[in-house]
């Protein structure tokens, strides 16, 4: 990393770019008249990880093909083939893979931004790795103060490590927010706490979203502990956290935190963040996966006409992620001019 960079540059160079990008990409989607148009190429170079948090399902859904890694030239060809300005890169844990720094320099170049997901415990370690860009934002997992973390993470001293990771960072330069899943048993209090812990750390945003049941998800012990919201009470665990949204710099939408507090309704957009990981393109979305594809087309013909969200197919009765529904506030903005003001606030802030 180049330690004569201008900090404080870096840091504030990533929203006002992407904001630009995001502009000037969906204006020319509606010229060319497309309806359906990729916006986050979720870029998953391997699936092996160094914890078993509760709610993720990827070491157990793809425990065959934890060896497997896709090849830099792999995840370039990905990100040429679907097109979408933002790139995240998440796994398992990307900071396992070899040329990360690499992958990220290169998908730079090629002028996307990118969201590195991570759960930090590599981070202070893999930092000097990583090129010094205004288009690389860092999003560190942190579900809950030390105790919390570290019992939902299933490891003794994960919250530490990410801490230290983030504050390496944080003096470094790079963007860093961090995101934050909701449990059932999550506790409002803790969440204002730990966010005002984040800020003070130095964090540029935070990302929220309540935890999802899709079939891999579930702690690999077994346990009987119900952690997964239904809808209903997702939105009232929601509407009690919405004091501390006009408290704290959210990294999400106004349109999609007034989703999850019921007070709107959006329509899955999951077609907007398609996945590619070592199998292929997943479909049909970042959750389920009912099959691979081997190539994006291949994908978008095979998903295109299939009706994704609650009321359409069951698995998703409750499902409020922000993979396929912040894209939908996104896109519905367009629709209502207060809406549209909303976000071009919440984007130029």
């Known amino acids: 990393m180049n330690p004569a960079r201008n900090k404080h540059n870096l840091r504030m160079r990533f929203p006002l770019s992407l904001t630009r990008s995001l502009a000037g990409y969906l204006l020319r989607q509606k010229l060319r008249g497309r309806r359906r148009?990729?916006?986050?190429?979720?870029l998953e170079p391997l699936h092996a990880c160094n914890l078993s948090c509760v709610g993720c399902g990827r070491i157990r859904e793809y425990a065959s093909t934890l060896a497997m890694r896709m090849s830099p030239a792999e995840c370039l060809a990905a990100a040429d083939e679907c097109g979408a300005p933002v790139v995240?890169?998440?796994?398992?844990?990307?900071?396992?893979?070899?040329?990360?720094?690499?992958?990220?320099?290169?998908?730079?170049?090629r002028r996307k931004h990118v969201y590195l997901c991570t759960n930090?415990?590599?981070?202070?370690?893999?930092?000097?790795?990583?090129?010094?860009s205004g288009r690389l934002l860092l999003n560190v997992h942190l579900d809950g103060m030390e105790a919390t973390h570290d019992r939902l993470a299933g490891r003794d001293g994960a919250f530490a490590a990410a801490v230290r990771g983030i504050r390496a960072a944080v003096r470094a330069g790079v963007g860093v927010t961090?995101?934050?899943?909701?449990?059932r048993q999550s506790d409002v209090h803790e969440m204002a706490v730990l966010w005002e812990y984040a800020t003070e750390l130095g964090v540029r945003g935070l990302m929220v979203s309540p935890a999802f049941g899709f079939e891999a998800a579930g702690h690999p012990s077994g346990s009987a502990e119900r952690v997964f919201m239904t809808r209903p009470?997702?939105?009232?665990k929601f509407r009690r956290l919405r004091p501390l949204f006009r408290r704290f710099r959210l990294a999400a939408s106004p349109l999609y935190l007034d989703f999850l507090c019921g007070r709107r309704e959006l329509v899955c957009a999951a077609w907007a963040s398609p996945t590619r990981n070592v199998r292929g393109w997943r479909g049909p979305c970042y959750l389920i996966g009912d099959a691979h594809y081997a190539t994006y087309r291949e994908l978008v013909e095979a998903t295109d006409?299939?009706?994704?969200?609650p009321g359409h197919d069951p698995r998703c009765e409750h499902c409020l992620m922000h993979c396929g529904f912040e894209p939908a506030a996104v896109l519905s903005a367009n629709r209502r001019f207060r809406d549209m003001l909303a976000m071009a606030l919440w984007q130029m802030t």
């Open 88 to 109: 995240s890169v998440c796994g398992g844990e990307p900071l396992l893979y070899a040329p990360i720094g690499q992958l990220v320099g290169d998908l730079i170049q």
């Open 178 to 183: 961090i995101n934050t899943t909701v449990y």
């Open 37 to 42: 148009f990729p916006l986050v190429l979720m």
């Open 305 to 309: 006409r299939v009706p994704m969200g």
């Open 233 to 236: 009470e997702a939105h009232e």
């Open 120 to 132: 930090g415990l590599l981070l202070e370690e893999k930092l000097r790795e990583l090129p010094a």
